[in-house]
């Protein structure tokens, strides 16, 4: 990542005319938004909100906040010939199925999916061998020998991990907030302590 000074220098530019043409810049830092929007070069807009979760309060579910969480995951208790298991790079081409299909049910309700943001779901697919081990952990979710779900997460920090992608059959209620909340517990708790946080 650049920093703003950096960026506007470039911008001022021939060449970073050029590229502006035909480019856009995702992210920046938010330290760096003042700075970037006084140069006349760009309109910021938020495209999400993150949300940032305490460790220790998701092991609990505690309050009345949590109340609709604990409730969809009651649901998935007694589901039988349910198995959470590892991601296998066998699993690849079952799982950019599963991606396609998100993707094709999210563009009928109308709900724009960013081709990068697909371009990046599916390289987390198609590179997954090649990250250090920790680096970036896969889990998937089998009911009745079909697999529904899969997550990756991995660590940022030393304090902070990242959800990175969640990624389940809208058709079962409740799915990705059920094996988030297993990532997210069985993660966090293995590798990290429960004064750290999570990023979804």
Request: hydrophobic share 35%.
């Amino acid at each position: 990542m650049i920093n703003s000074s950096h960026l506007i220098k470039f911008l001022g530019s021939q060449r970073g005319l050029r590229e502006l043409e035909y480019n856009d810049i995702l992210h920046i830092d938010q330290l760096d938004r003042h700075a970037v929007e006084q140069s006349g070069y760009f309109k910021l807009k938020v495209k999400s909100e993150e949300y940032i979760y305490q460790t220790r309060m998701l092991k609990s579910l505690e309050g009345s906040k949590f109340r609709s969480l604990r409730r969809k995951l009651r649901s998935f208790s007694n589901i039988p010939n349910l198995i959470i298991r590892p991601y296998q790079n066998e699993d690849k081409a079952i799982c950019l199925k599963l991606l396609n299909n998100w993707r094709e049910n999210l563009a009928q309700n109308n709900i724009k999916v960013y081709s990068y943001d697909y371009r990046y779901m599916r390289a987390c697919l198609e590179l997954f061998p090649i990250f250090k081990n920790k680096a970036l952990e896969g889990t998937v979710i089998i009911i009745d020998e079909k697999l529904q779900a899969f997550q990756f997460m991995g660590p940022i920090s030393n304090t902070v991990s990242s959800s990175f992608i969640t990624i389940s059959n809208h058709q079962i209620s409740g799915l990705g907030y059920f094996l988030r909340h297993y990532c997210f517990t069985h993660f966090c708790f293995t590798n990290m302590s429960t004064e750290n946080y999570i990023n979804d």
